[in-house]
């Protein structure tokens, strides 16, 4: 299948923004997806960008795209302790597959 | 969103029994469901594709005689492990796509433990 590929850990201080990044192969990409999983659920679909946007604000969150370097970032504002959990990106392709990235585990401190 | 529901959440087997897991949309119809594996502290692993009426489309290295999926309507996918071993203890979650959409909806997961 696709790479899709995340840094496994991040840890920031509640009120501070946290970045999450993700970097992916798939040239076919039409939709890239951030996911939320708190421990022992499922997945949650935090928002989504079509490939033709670079952007998309969504309360708190701001996804960045860069199409040409293949670069997915989520970005929550003011994070809080509850924001704790592994946050996966996802793409969707042309063959209607889905490929998630491993994983990165967000510890807010208080 | 959309609603997905998995039965049972949690199940204990002993080795060499089959288990069957529920997969349900409860308030959309799902044209295509999918089913991932996702062992501790690892992403999720596509498993197998399935559209309502059709047989499953498994994703290379999956055994096709060893997970049984039906998807007989656009409401209900079923996964069904056959003689479980230890190995395959893990976290099954399915997700649900309705026709033409382009979001896919999780359930919560189901956990296989095997004696």
């Known amino acids: 299948g696709e790479d899709v590929e995340q840094s496994l850990f991040l840890s920031v201080r509640e009120g501070d923004s946290s970045v999450i990044n993700c970097t992916y192969t798939d040239s076919s990409s039409t939709y890239l997806y951030w996911y939320k999983q708190e421990p022992g659920a499922g997945l949650q679909l935090l928002t989504y960008i079509f490939s033709n946007m670079d952007m998309k604000q969504d309360q708190r969150l701001t996804v960045l795209l860069n199409k040409k370097d293949k670069h997915l970032s989520l970005r929550i504002a003011d994070t809080q302790t509850g924001d704790s959990a592994i946050y996966f990106c996802?793409?969707?392709?042309?063959?209607?597959?889905?490929?998630f990235g491993s994983g990165t585990k967000l510890n807010v401190k208080p | 969103g959309a609603v997905v529901s998995q039965h049972p959440s949690w199940v204990i087997c002993k080795s060499g029994t089959s288990v069957k897991i529920e997969c349900r949309s409860l308030?959309?119809?799902?044209?295509?469901m999918f089913w991932y594996r996702q062992f501790p502290k690892q992403s999720l692993m596509l498993m197998a594709t399935?559209?309502?009426?059709?047989?499953?489309?498994?994703e290379q290295g999956v055994e096709k005689d060893k997970f049984l999926i039906n998807h007989a309507s656009l409401t209900l996918s079923t996964l069904t492990v056959t003689s479980a071993h230890p190995e395959d203890s893990s976290f099954y979650i399915c997700?649900?796509?309705?026709?033409?959409?382009?979001?896919?909806?999780f359930g919560p997961g189901t956990r296989l433990t095997v004696l």
């Open positions: 399935s559209n309502e009426g059709s047989k499953a489309t498994y």
């Open positions: 308030d959309f119809q799902a044209t295509t």
């Open positions: 997700s649900a796509r309705g026709e033409g959409g382009n979001e896919q909806f």
């Open positions: 996802a793409e969707y392709n042309n063959f209607n597959k889905f490929y």
